[in-house]
């Protein structure tokens, strides 16, 4: 495994790597978990080498405090990366190799699916994404890059990305791996009291309690209902509970049999925000 610190000397290394191969690419912001080493793992079956980038990107957090505390364990990444096997080169570059002059975003027309859930909430959060992302594939090049879908609306948002640049990159979407008590794997979860990791597994337990009760229920008896639940629990506060055509994003007000369906949760733990999704038909 090989460690590049700025993006120069990985086009070089990449350069005498990309004859006739294939490279895939799995860009995270390290503080790396089993959800993480999913997506490492699927890329190292899929391709001859893998390329892991690490970096807190500044752009797509609107809160300064979420950013300042965010988990940085740069050692313990590369501890776990190495026991994986297969050929890994890990990128982590310093922000003024992506930001030389200003930290600042690109912006981009995602068409529509960038305003609502995330986007709603993270005001920018997707032009940050965008930004860095752009970066990393113009650096990187790879044939395959992979996506969680813990972050299924940004998934959404980077396969519009790759048409809008005409990236010569496909996307694969990941599935999302979970704790023992279901609560979705986040590196913001090592920021979490022991209690507070306990109680956050009603999170992915009332999106349970959505996809099985989604048949017989109506829109607005679920939205009612996950309500009900955050309102009796005092230590997790709801953000925000959508359940939204998968095609679109967009908000559902009533079922439709040839739509499918997802229902979305953003929450607080104290001040660690949390996230997850899941399908409901
Ligand atoms: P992050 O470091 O949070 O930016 O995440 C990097 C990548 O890992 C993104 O594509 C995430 O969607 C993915 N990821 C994060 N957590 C999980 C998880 N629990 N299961 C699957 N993928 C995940």
């Known amino acids: 495994m090989n460690i590049y610190t700025n993006s120069d000397s990985l086009s070089l290394a990449l350069s005498t790597y990309r004859d006739n191969k294939k490279i895939g690419f799995v860009p995270t912001m390290g503080a790396l978990h089993k959800g993480h080493l999913s997506l490492v793992q699927r890329a190292?079956?899929?391709?001859?080498?893998?390329?892991?980038?690490?970096?807190?990107?500044?752009?797509?957090?609107?809160?300064?405090?979420?950013?300042?505390?965010?988990?940085?364990?740069?050692?313990?990444?590369?501890?776990?990366?190495?026991?994986?096997?297969?050929t890994i080169l890990v990128f982590t570059p310093e922000i003024s190799d992506i930001y030389p002059k200003k930290v600042v975003s690109k912006q981009f027309d995602y068409g529509g699916i960038e305003f609502e859930m995330e986007g709603k909430h993270r005001k920018g959060h997707f032009d940050g994404v965008g930004t860095i992302v752009s970066f990393l594939f113009k650096i990187v090049q790879p044939n395959f890059a992979y996506f969680g879908e813990k972050d299924f609306q940004q998934l959404q948002i980077i396969k519009k990305l790759v048409q809008l640049?005409?990236?010569?990159?496909?996307?694969?979407?990941?599935?999302?791996?979970?704790?023992k008590n279901g609560l979705a794997m986040s590196s913001r979860n090592k920021r979490l009291s022991k209690e507070q990791f306990e109680k956050a597994a009603m999170i992915s337990k009332t999106l349970e309690e959505v996809r099985k009760k989604f048949k017989t229920h109506t829109i607005s008896q679920l939205n009612e209902l996950v309500k009900e639940r955050f309102l009796s629990n005092d230590s997790i506060e709801l953000e925000y509970f959508e359940i939204v055509n998968e095609k679109n994003l967009k908000t559902a007000k009533r079922k439709h049999k040839k739509n499918t369906y997802r229902g979305f949760i953003a929450a607080f733990a104290g001040p660690v925000r949390l996230i997850d999704n899941m399908p409901l038909n």
């Open 44 to 86: 190292l079956q899929e391709n001859d080498w893998v390329v892991v980038s690490i970096f807190v990107n500044p752009t797509q957090f609107d809160n300064a405090g979420d950013l300042e505390k965010y988990p940085r364990t740069l050692k313990e990444d590369i501890g776990l990366l190495s026991s994986l096997k297969g």
């Open 165 to 179: 640049e005409k990236f010569q990159v496909e996307i694969v979407g990941c599935p999302i791996i979970r704790e």
